[in-house]
Every structure is written in C-alpha cells, then in structure tokens.
C-alpha cells in the first residue's frame, strides 16, 4: 500500500484535483478498485483525504474524484452540517489516520441550502428533523443576505466558507494541525452539470487569489 501518510497537504490537493480532472474529462482510471487492492486494505486503511460533503445521492465522492477503496474518508450530511459525532469522525480521520486533507464538499442546488433560504423568507419552520438542518444552514443564508448575494452559487459559497471557518473553530485537533502544517482544510464547490469542483477557500494551503472560484 502507498504510505499516503508521506504526503503534504499541497500534494494531498493536487492528487484529489487530478481526479476530478479526468473525471471532467472523462478519462476515469478507476484506480484501487480491483480485487488486489480489497485484500491490500485490509489490515489498515490509510486514506490520503478526509471528505466532508453533502449526503446528495448525485455527490459519489469516489466517483467524481476518480479514487478507490482505501483513498477517503468520507462524512456526508445533508447541508454538510455539523455536530459532535460529524466533528469526532474527522478528528479521527486526520488524528489517528493521518489524512493530511480536509475537504469540505458543497455543490450547486444544493436542497438544504435552498431549504433555508425559503424558510428564511417566508418565516415558515419545517416538520421533524429537517428542521435542525435547516437551523445549521441559517447563519450561511444570513451571512450571505447581509453581504448583498442573490445568486444561488454566492449562496453556496458563503455556507462552504462557514463551513470550514466552523470546523476550525470548533475542532482544537484539527486547528493545531493546520497551524502545525500537517494538515489542510478546503471547500469546494460542485457543480452537477459539468461535473467540476471548484476551489472556494482554503485554509493550511498557499492557493493564488485567482485560483478561488
């Protein structure tokens, strides 16, 4: 198995971004998905990401960037939101499984995005447990209101954004391995007709201003 514990953030990235890419372009190499590599992970996993992401059925992490078994560890959430038990499982994966990446994965029409912001304009509270999700997704909504955005892809933007300043904020553990440089925090941006993810902040990694989408 290759030792993706090696790995900095910035390589770590730029591998994740690689598969994308052939995704995109449809020159997909499926790699770590035979029978070979089933046995290689057995004993251990060593992923060289944590993908934090949207439970939407159309955001298949391992499909849209191009990995196999073993490459990622994935949480996914409607909205992508967070408590202690989605906190704990990315700890884990950059603390005891030595992932040097973080991504945070969002998408456009997003459902608990556009959720919120109706909720947010009419006022009106949503049944069961939709509602917590919509409560999570309501400061992004307001943040990106307050800042004068209409276009749902700003909207998108400013929830991923909060998303990653929430997980700095509130986990310690991957705080001071960013602040140690060995780990990276990241928000991308899907898009589902093109199939593009697209850098909307980082945290842990130099990227130029004009690479952010």
Do not use: K
């Amino acid at each position: 198995m290759n030792d993706t514990h090696t790995l900095t953030p910035r390589e770590a990235f730029d591998m994740l971004l690689a598969g994308n890419r052939r995704f995109v372009a449809g020159s997909t190499e499926h790699p770590n998905q035979d029978a070979a590599r089933r046995t290689e992970v057995v004993p251990a996993q060593n992923p060289f990401a944590v993908l934090f992401g949207c439970s939407d059925s159309r955001l298949a992490a391992e499909i849209i960037f191009d990995r196999g078994l073993g490459d990622l560890f994935v949480v996914r959430t409607a909205g992508h939101v967070q408590g202690p038990e989605v906190l704990g499982s990315i700890e884990y994966g950059v603390s005891v499984l030595g992932a040097p990446l973080v991504v945070v994965l969002g998408h456009d029409a997003c459902g608990a995005v556009a959720a919120t912001r109706s909720a947010v304009e009419s006022g009106a509270a949503a049944g069961g447990y939709v509602r917590d999700v919509i409560e999570r997704v309501t400061p992004s909504v307001l943040a990106a209101r307050a800042a004068g955005h209409t276009e749902d892809a700003e909207f998108i933007a400013e929830h991923i954004r909060h998303t990653v300043d929430l997980l700095l904020d509130r986990s310690r553990v991957l705080a001071q391995a960013v602040d140690a440089g060995q780990a990276a925090v990241v928000g991308l941006s899907y898009r589902l007709a093109d199939g593009t993810a697209r850098l909307v902040t980082a945290r842990g990694l130099h990227i130029p201003a004009d690479a952010v989408a």
